[in-house]
């Protein structure tokens, strides 16, 4: 890991949003690698067109056109050869519904937008330092929702 | 019923009649053969007195004679000259009594024969006598009278005798007719008895008959009165179309209600139509088209405009009625003017809250994206802002960058809390038996930073399990700790107390509640700067501060958010307050 980068891909169709996750990643010292999509159709379309280069971690905001947030979780849990794919719901809702459905439908976890930019870094570095190979296997609703 | 019972009737007196019509022709019957009976027995008594008249006549002549005879006195000859036209008398009788019956003529004429000669023999003897006539001897002449007298004696005794056997034979007819008299009389009465008691009975029925009838008749009468101050009193009014008669018949009200005199126009469809508003004419006679085809029950509402020219709004219920065979529609027409207008401002009031609850939907839905999403970019850009650009910034910019910061924090804060306060209406009340002293220890741990910090001393009584829902519960002691510890004295010992205790509602009659529920009452005190006892009410109203944010930072709802979520539980709060001195909140919850 320390000489790999890490793979992130972003799902969101708000640029501002988009900008601060490109930033918040920049100021990181972990390389990465960040890339990101505009909306739910895109993002089916390049995660199909990129079968053998995937993401390590897909961020999904929920609220977007087309196709939502959701409606992509479930379609990812669905296939076969994405469904091992780490995935954190990165939303500017926390409403109960929600992060109970994210859950279910299998998220590893749910980040609530922040409200400053150093926590967003926070929340970042913490969820791309997680190993999720080994957490997958042991889902916890309790820790689900990222609170640093 | 009833049909049954006046054939019943009818039936007994037809019988009764031909009954007693039987026991008259049998009783006239009887009479009659009575009559001619005693006629007959007078007729042959006359005739047996006139036969022993004329006898006793020509034996007082004879005697009369043989006394002359023997002492030539003349006095005893006026028998014998009387006897003469006596005997005639009593046989011109005779012969008008026995005029049908020929047999006792022929004998009475043999008998007239026989008195003829008699009387010639004893006139024949006074010339024999007088020494006018000597041709025959007195001896031999009377001789013969004797045997002429024999004779007259043995007629009138065969007369009598016939006359006798005549009325016997009638007799005995007489009694053969009558031997069935006892039977028939003891017939004729208990016949007479039956009738009578068939009358009784029927009278006894007819006389209950005629009290029930009277007595609904009353009933009827009370019932129609009613009805009738019933239409006044609720504004409706009746019409009832007869499909056999076809005649139509309106209520008295129906006319005042178009502001008319009672039955002052000819009820007709033709008639009610003139008062029914031009636009709704229609709506009524398609619907009689339609009362007419398919018999329906029905209810229309219409116009009508008064003979005053006032509008009114009329609501028309129609039914079928099958009765003996024929149908009778019955039609109630109400006014129902006032309800109309009531319904109207109750639409108009339903819209207009629809209205704006959508707003407040919306509202809700602005609040909790649409404001927070752009509010939480700006507050990310001055946080890049404040990291990247801070060290190069003037002291002017760094002042105004920080009253920027708390202003935006304060913008948050407040959509945050008016959040709240919109969704402790409108989340899932799920009401949950939960330990309210696992709640407050959760909050208190939130709070153990500042409590320690401003060492405020916290005592917490034994709070009780209740069903609630738990985490409007843990907001409304996490409000009311948070407010104790921001209005928390600068200086000297801070304590909170929570306190608990089982009270009845009888002790709090502020609470206006019946007396015999039970409540826990929790209160929250504490001796911070407290406040005006004139504000209590007030601080439970939405943005009501009594201080400025300056003073103390605070958006005004959290103490609004505490008493809906004590509302929601159906329990009550309130305040109480001394400047200076500390608050001390004190909330009712229902043991039940």
Redesign the interface.
């Given at each position: 890991m320390q000489n790999e980068s890490i793979y992130v891909l972003l799902a969101d169709d708000d640029k501002?949003?988009r900008d601060?996750f490109i930033?918040a990643f920049e100021s990181i010292r972990i390389k990465t690698i960040v890339k990101t999509v505009n909306d739910g159709v895109e993002l089916m379309k390049h995660l199909a067109l990129n079968r053998n280069k995937l993401p390590h971690i897909l961020f999904l905001d929920l609220n977007m056109p087309l196709k939502s947030g959701m409606e992509c979780l479930i379609e990812i849990k669905k296939t076969d050869y994405l469904n091992d794919m780490a995935i954190a719901i990165y939303s500017?809702?926390a409403s109960e519904q929600d992060i109970e459905n994210a859950f279910v439908n299998g998220a590893n976890v749910y980040i609530k937008?922040?409200?400053?930019?150093?926590t967003?870094k926070k929340f970042l570095e913490e969820v791309i330092t997680i190993n999720w190979q080994y957490q997958t296997s042991g889902l916890n609703r309790d820790s689900f929702l990222l609170n640093l | 019923m009833s049909k049954y019972y006046s054939i019943f009737l009818k039936s007994i007196f037809v019988i009764s009649l031909f009954i007693l019509l039987f026991i008259s022709g049998v009783s006239y019957k009887h009479a009659n053969s009575l009559d001619t009976s005693t006629e007959l027995l007078s007729h042959s008594y006359k005739i047996q007195i006139q036969l022993e008249k004329i006898q006793s006549c020509v034996k007082d002549a004879e005697t009369g004679q043989r006394g002359y005879i023997i002492t030539h006195d003349s006095t005893f000859l006026t028998p014998y000259f009387n006897g003469r036209s006596k005997v005639t008398k009593s046989l011109a009788i005779l012969k008008n009594l026995t005029t049908n019956q020929p047999d006792l003529q022929k004998s009475l004429d043999q008998l007239q024969k026989l008195i003829d000669l008699r009387f010639t023999r004893l006139a024949n003897s006074l010339a024999i006598i007088s020494g006018s006539d000597t041709n025959e001897p007195l001896g031999e002449n009377m001789l013969k009278g004797t045997e002429l007298m024999n004779d007259i004696h043995s007629k009138i005794d065969q007369m009598v005798y016939s006359e006798t056997t005549n009325f016997n034979n009638h007799q005995r007819k007489y009694e053969h007719e009558i031997s069935f008299t006892p039977f028939i009389t003891l017939l004729l009465f208990i016949f007479t008895l039956f009738i009578l008691f068939i009358f009784i009975i029927s009278f006894i029925r007819i006389n209950k008959d005629l009290i029930v009838l009277k007595n609904s008749n009353e009933e009827l009468s009370i019932s129609t009165e009613s009805i009738k101050h019933a239409e006044i009193i609720g504004k409706f009014c009746m019409s009832i179309w007869n499909f056999k008669t076809d005649k139509l018949i309106y209520s008295d009200n129906l006319y005042r209600l178009l502001g008319c005199e009672p039955q002052s126009f000819e009820p007709s469809i033709e008639n009610f139509l003139k008062f029914v508003h031009p636009e709704d004419r229609h709506i009524v006679t398609n619907g009689v088209e339609n009362l007419v085809l398919k018999h329906d029950t029905y209810t229309r509402f219409y116009r009508v405009i008064r003979k005053d020219g006032q509008e009114r709004f009329f609501r028309s219920i129609g039914k079928f009625i099958e009765n003996f065979g024929y149908s009778t529609h019955i039609g109630v027409i109400q006014d129902v003017t006032q309800e109309h207008l009531n319904n109207l401002t109750l639409k108009e009031k339903n819209i207009e809250l629809e209205l704006s609850n959508k707003e407040l939907a919306s509202f809700n839905q602005i609040a909790s994206h649409d404001l927070q999403e752009p509010l939480r970019k700006i507050q990310t850009f001055i946080s890049l802002i404040g990291e990247r650009e801070m060290s190069g910034m003037s002291d002017f910019g760094k002042n105004y960058f920080a009253r920027i910061q708390i202003s935006v924090t304060r913008m948050r804060r407040l959509i945050d809390d008016l959040l709240l306060f919109s969704r402790t209406n409108k989340m899932d009340k799920i009401f949950e038996k939960s330990d309210l002293n696992v709640l407050i220890k959760n909050i208190l741990l939130e709070f153990s930073e500042e409590i320690v910090e401003k060492s405020v001393h916290l005592e917490c009584a034994q709070l009780p399990v209740l069903k609630v829902i738990p985490f409007q519960i843990q907001q409304l002691f996490q409000n009311l700790i948070s407010n104790s510890l921001k209005y928390s004295k600068l200086i000297g010992d801070r304590f909170i107390i929570i306190d608990c205790e089982k009270i009845n509602a009888k002790v709090y009659p502020t609470l206006n509640v019946p007396t015999d529920n039970e409540y826990y009452k929790i209160t929250v005190t504490d001796n911070g700067i407290g406040f005006e006892q004139q504000y209590a009410e007030q601080i439970f109203t939405i943005f009501k501060r009594l201080h400025t944010s300056d003073e103390y930072p605070g958006t005004g709802i959290g103490l609004a958010i505490c008493k809906k979520i004590v509302e929601n539980h159906s329990g009550f709060i309130f305040a109480e307050g001394k400047s200076g001195i500390g608050a001390t909140f004190t909330i009712f919850f229902p043991v039940e």
């Open positions: 501002d949003d601060f930033e500017t809702s937008k922040p409200h400053d930019f150093a967003l | -």
